[in-house]
Nanobody, 127 residues
Framework: QVQLVESGGGLVQPGGALRLSCSVS????????FGWIRQAPGKGREGVSF????????GYADSVKGRFTISRDEGAKMMYLQMNSLRPEDTANYYC????????????????????WGQGTRVTVSS
């Protein structure tokens, strides 16, 4: 398994922006699929976005398309989630997750397809 540590959460007003960061402990950061999963209070886990390291393919939940952008810095072993135009419904704990197997034909917007998780960072969108 890989160790993941999130940072960057906080309180922001509606319409504001935050950038979440995830540091990756792997010696190499050139394979696998990495994603962001969130869980709002009293709700189940929701896949937000993923990035496949091998080919750079990305995916987004419909609820965040056009507002959130996932990226990675291989040299720094970091993954990011830029969140713009934030809404109150984006309030949740955000988790960085990884599947180093990067299996084909796998829906990486499903939380159950990851086997390594960070501890989460809290995002609150409120005026």
């Amino acid at each position: 398994q890989v160790q993941l540590v999130e940072s960057g959460g906080g309180l922001v007003q509606p319409g504001g922006a935050l950038r979440l960061s995830c540091s990756v402990s792997e010696v190499t950061f050139d394979y696998g699929t990495f994603g962001w999963i969130r869980q709002a209070p009293g709700k189940g886990r929701e896949g937000v976005s993923f990035i496949k390291v091998e080919d750079g393919e990305t995916g987004y939940a419909d609820s965040v398309k056009g507002r959130f952008t996932i990226s990675r810095d291989e040299g720094a072993k970091m993954m990011y989630l830029q969140m713009n135009s934030l809404r109150p419904e984006d309030t949740a704990n955000y988790y960085c997750a990884a599947d180093l197997r990067s299996r084909p034909n796998t829906d990486y917007l499903l939380a159950g397809n990851y086997d390594s998780w960070g501890q989460g960072t809290r995002v609150t969108v409120s005026s």
